[in-house]
């Protein structure tokens, strides 16, 4: 998979189901078209929790969104006398 996507619980329940059924995870990566790591991750997180659940997010949320900080570079590089620390 590219790009990040994330995977909907279906298809995690599929691919956990499939590993408890015997396939092996070079198998499942190709029929899936995943990379092995994310197989891998999913099985270990499996077994250690027993769910397929998303862990929550880490770190701090963002105060800006991605729009608002491209919006903030143009701002400060068109007014670079403004910007600079004084």
Not at 60 to 68: D, G, K
């Amino acid at each position: 998979m590219s790009n990040h996507q994330r995977l909907d619980d279906g298809m995690r329940w599929r691919i956990v189901g499939r590993l408890e059924a015997g396939q092996s995870q070079v198998q499942i990566c190709r029929e899936f078209h995943l990379t092995p790591s994310v197989v891998c991750n999913l099985w270990k997180q499996f077994q250690e929790t027993g769910s397929i659940e998303r862990k929550p997010g880490k770190g701090r949320p963002r105060a800006t969104t991605a729009t608002e900080d491209r919006y903030l570079s143009i701002i400060a590089r068109r007014n670079r006398v403004l910007s600079r620390d004084l």
